[in-house]
């Protein structure tokens, strides 16, 4: 089956398609666009303008990135979601509390003030500790083996790591287990090759760009 | 099993799972809460904070609407999923792109201008032109037995008729397709009981707190 996934290069989304992909050894092609100025081929085939998309076969087109990171999943085997309908189910609602997760982050780096900027990040924190408890003892979501949320949260550790570099962003809360699965899942090969090896100096000039209190403090020059 | 689904009245993601489980006549228990004011014992359920909430034999609990959705949807067959792969992730990225056309309803409730108002209007009615040329030539979505995709937009088309009855939202739209689509939804019995009776009020007053252009030109008396 051949696989083309469009993309841009910071997307988080599509990161998790790359994992999954990967992490299967499932031969596929990449092709990246500029989100800020898709080309009229890109805006004909997604219908609501975003990435990433996946064109199956030369001719079929899906967009939204959960429904193919599950559709990349159903047709490679093993599959990596639960066979039990009630643990699948919570899968895909953690999945999507990841997605909330990615837009907190964008939340974090357009607040404007240091008060907006710890309110976001106290934000997300409480939704972390949401998590915490649904880990286990093993290294990943749900054990050792990599899960679809594991491929759908990793993208956003990727990201946390990068602006923690410069700010802690976990002070004053106990993530103990989140930590150590964040850890887990970096060091993965298929996580670290999931992105363009300048992710990092794209990210910091994203983070340039929106031109928020994180951005001050965190990237510009010590005066 | 025990079903209770945990909605707030003008929910209209809850309503999917409500139109399915009539679909289905699989019975179900629905508590509503005031969102805007919810019990410390939601707050414990949500991790996001969000409705829907689906208790599934009174102690496990499932939160997302899609997620629920087809978690109803799995464990009551026959399914409303095609088995098909890759017509089911159509299916499933044409229900993400419903939830994104209810979002846009409300930015066009909240656009404070009639230029601002014309913009959103024909920014939804530009998607809706996208989903026309799936529709083939049966009543629904995928022929003549109803879908989750079904499911799913029965009720963005349920608060598009409630907003159509002052404004034409659909004037300079090619959706012959799309209207035909509307109308057999609306007149499904499972649609028309998934919704408590007082919801045309419930909208009305939504829309009137929201305070924007449609407000002011459709709701208010004349002068």
Known sequence: ?????????????????????LHKSQPFKITHIDLHNPPDWFKELSPSGQVPVLKVGGSDVLFESAVINEYIDDITPPRLHPDDPLKRARHRAWIEFGSSCMRDILS?????????????RLALMRKLERIEPELGAGRLFAGDDLCL?????APLFMRLDI??????????????????????????EQVQKSVVPELRELYHG??????????RLALL???
């Not at 949320?149 to 949260?153: G, K, M, S």
């Not at 994203?206 to 951005?215: D, K, L, P």
Request: negative net charge.
């Open 163 to 188: 602006l923690g570099e410069t700010r802690n962003l976990f002070e004053g809360a106990s993530l103990d287990k989140v930590c150590r699965w964040s850890e887990a899942l970096l060091a993965l």
């Open 149 to 153: 949320v594991d491929a759908a949260w």
């Open 206 to 215: 994203m983070i340039e760009n929106r031109g928020g209190e994180y951005a």
């Open 221 to 223: 020059p010590e005066s």
């Open 108 to 120: 974090i780096i357009e607040a404007q003030t240091e008060t907006a900027f710890e309110e976001t």
């Open 1 to 21: 089956m051949d696989l083309e996934l469009i993309s841009f290069k910071l997307c988080p989304y599509v990161q998790r398609s790359v994992i999954t992909l």
